[in-house]
């Protein structure tokens, strides 16, 4: 079973085009998070959600859009993608408030050529 | 705002040996820290925790790690390495508001020698 799960794994796209990034927890978690690791493996946190509320909200680029149909579930849309936007993103989850640490998924490798 | 900083951008070991990654934080009030290993190609997974009691926790994979206060520190060791720690490990510290959010270390690249 897995506990974090993202689709795609891999995504190659052209600038400009607009992709989604999906995420599902099963593990009844109640806080989703997004972060982006860049290509020297520096983890940044973008978003967090909490049982569908809007939490954390970095200093991210607006073409970068959370959604969260419910706590299992949190979604990545970004638009008008940019080379820059290339990295890795990793959802993460939590229960209790993070105290006890993060459940990752597998990340995507996001590259735009 | 709190911080985390990984002193050691890469460190190189022989397997057998016993292994120190240094780790200092910067936060308020008590912190919730944490270390993650990262191998190749995957997600980053919890090796241990700590955010109260006995200030020498014990985590998977043989690792442990040991709060000190008085240096702002939580260093994870292991005392015998093997091929398959070869990886990127990482410190974070989480706030206990702000949904949790967490603060991670720039990461330290552990190179196991045979």
């Known amino acids: 079973d897995t506990a974090v799960s993202q689709t795609p794994k891999y995504l190659v796209t052209q600038m400009g085009n607009d992709k989604s990034i999906k995420c599902e927890q099963n593990?009844?978690?109640?806080?989703m998070y997004w972060y982006k690791q860049d290509s020297k493996k520096f983890l940044k946190i973008m978003f967090s959600?909490?049982?569908?509320?809007?939490?954390i909200n970095e200093t991210v680029p607006n073409r970068f859009s959370p959604k969260s149909p419910d706590k299992a579930h949190l979604n990545l849309h970004i638009n008008s993608l940019e080379l820059g936007d290339s990295a890795v993103y990793f959802c993460?989850?939590?229960?209790?408030?993070?105290?006890?640490?993060?459940?990752f998924g597998s990340g995507t490798r996001l590259t735009v050529v | 705002a709190q911080s985390v900083t990984q002193p050691d951008i890469h460190i190189t070991v022989s397997e057998g040996a016993s292994l120190e990654l240094r780790c200092n934080y910067s936060?308020?009030?008590?912190?919730?820290l944490f270390w993650y290993v990262q191998s190749p190609g995957q997600g980053l997974q919890l090796l241990l925790k700590?955010?109260?009691?006995?200030?020498l926790v014990q985590g998977i994979k043989g690792f442990e790690a040991e709060f000190k206060r008085s240096q702002s520190s939580f260093n994870l060791r292991k005392p015998s390495v093997h091929w398959s720690d070869a990886a990127e490990y990482f410190c974070?510290?989480?706030?206990?508001?702000?949904?949790?959010?967490?603060?991670f270390g720039d990461g330290t690249t552990l190179t196991v020698k045979p």
């Open positions: 993460a989850s939590s229960g209790d408030g993070g105290r006890y640490g993060y459940t």
């Open positions: 593990l009844g978690h109640d806080t």
């Open positions: 959600y909490n049982n569908k509320e809007l939490i």
């Open positions: 936060y308020g009030a008590t912190p919730y």
């Open positions: 700590y955010f109260s009691g006995d200030t």
């Open positions: 974070a510290v989480g706030e206990d508001t702000n949904a949790g959010k967490s603060t």
